[in-house]
């Protein structure tokens, strides 16, 4: 049997209440204002937010000064509702690993506030319209830009990556890259090196990001047979990786200023913020190393530092052009 069945199976054979309010009698009696949440809870906001983080300064950077606010507004609610999209169709496709697991046992689709049926015509819905509403508002390369991460990581990273390969999150990051690409190309209709540098810098800060989360809850994953970097490697193998990563991704960061494209003060934030990055990861890695296990490793310590690390990243790439 497929790990799907498997999944399935298991479900299925969970106590009523847990699943039971798929039924059309308990739909009945959730209140609107519950169903509405629901829904937006499908689209993720708290990622979403992290994508629009790294949208918007790179228009500033591309228009060198403020773009247009309308632009700004339209941008940022087409990428709301493709990231949305997205991230609906993942939760309907991972609805039976996501009831076997502690930190996605909430997830709409598995309490029943929203049947599977709802999930995927939501996320369809959102996918169509926020491409038309790319083409029609921003530009058709947005667009395009915008339905090809969509389509990348609901089928490359969810339907094939994520529960074949331990490199599911390092390529199935590039989705998360594209939003750079988007801010720059909705401001200019055009590519550059600058928004090709900071696509890298989100392509290698993915998974130091991402592996640290993993290696918390890496027992839900090792439950549903995801193979995250921390299920089939040693904490001490997983370390190394984040370092490995953490210096490309500090590295690539600088290349933006010799290039021409920042100045002063971009440098001195990703200098400042890359260090105390490294000085983590290294951390990390010596308690590691160190053979610490359970809360002692401080694995989230780096995790909540690499959120504040792009969102100082990002706000420097907008006010650069300020101070030049």
Not at 16 to 38: E, M
Not at 182 to 205: E, K, Q, Y
Not at 289 to 308: D, P
């Amino acid at each position: 049997m497929s790990l799907s069945g498997v999944c399935v199976t298991a479900v299925e054979s969970r106590p009523p209440g847990v699943l039971g309010a798929n039924s059309a009698s308990n739909r009945g009696q959730r209140p609107f204002g519950a169903r509405v949440k629901a829904f937006v809870a499908l689209t993720k906001p708290r990622i979403i937010e992290l994508l629009l983080i790294t949208t918007v300064p790179v228009m500033f950077l591309a228009e060198q000064g403020v773009p247009d606010l309308w632009l700004v507004l339209a941008t940022c609610v087409g990428g709301y509702l493709s990231a949305g999209g997205a991230n609906a169709l993942n939760m309907y496709i991972d609805r039976d690993i996501d009831a076997l697991m502690e930190r996605t046992a909430q997830r709409p689709l598995v309490t029943g506030m929203v049947t599977p049926r709802e999930g995927l015509v939501f996320g369809i819905s959102l996918a169509v319209i926020s491409t038309l509403w790319f083409g029609l508002l921003v530009n058709w390369l947005s667009a395009w830009l915008s339905l090809g991460a969509l389509l990348f990581y609901v089928v490359v990273y969810t339907m094939i990556l994520k529960r074949r390969t331990a490199q599911n999150i390092v390529w199935g990051g590039i989705a998360g890259c594209m939003p750079v690409l988007i801010g720059w190309s909705a401001v200019t209709n055009s590519m550059s090196w600058a928004a090709v540098i900071l696509f890298l810098v989100i392509f290698f800060w993915t998974p130091p990001h991402y592996w640290p989360l993993s290696m918390k809850v890496k027992d839900d994953y090792a439950r549903v047979g995801v193979p995250m970097l921390p299920v089939i490697a040693s904490n001490k193998v997983v370390a190394r990786q984040i370092v490995i990563y953490s210096w490309v991704m500090v590295a690539v960061s600088l290349l933006l200023t010799p290039l021409g494209y920042t100045g002063w003060f971009y440098t001195a934030v990703a200098l400042a913020a890359g260090g105390w990055w490294l000085w983590e990861a290294h951390a990390l890695q010596n308690r590691a190393k160190g053979g610490v296990t359970g809360g002692k490793l401080k694995e989230m310590r780096l995790f909540h530092w690499s959120i504040t690390y792009v969102s100082l990243l990002f706000v420097a790439v907008a006010v650069d052009p300020f101070l030049r």
